[in-house]
């Protein structure tokens, strides 16, 4: 499954801080069309260390096209004013209404 592979290469960095997932993946849709993940990385991760296929997820177009997954991401500090505001904004669609979004979180 995409989601939990995009997760999975996501939490091998070691800094991964947030995992957030909004959307159609986020509804009661049998067949969600695509995946939308808000990453908030930890402030000591350091792109130029990421390679192979977890490299792909922080580029946006690149994780369309290999996941089908539309990768947003920021270090923590990068989430002003602060990870709980940004996150909430992202939930806000362009008419007001809300759309439906989830934290992931480890067991």
Known sequence: MRLARVHELAAATGHMKRFVVFGSFVTAKPEPNDV???LIMHDTFDLAQVTGEARLI?????????????????????????EEE????????????????MEVTEA
């Open 36 to 38: 939308d993940v808000i």
């Open 58 to 82: 922080f580029d946006h177009a690149a994780a369309q096209a290999h996941f089908g997954a539309s990768v947003f991401w920021l270090r923590g500090p990068a989430a002003l004013p602060d």
């Open 86 to 101: 940004a996150i909430a904004s992202w939930q806000l669609k362009r008419d007001g209404t809300r759309r439906g979004i």
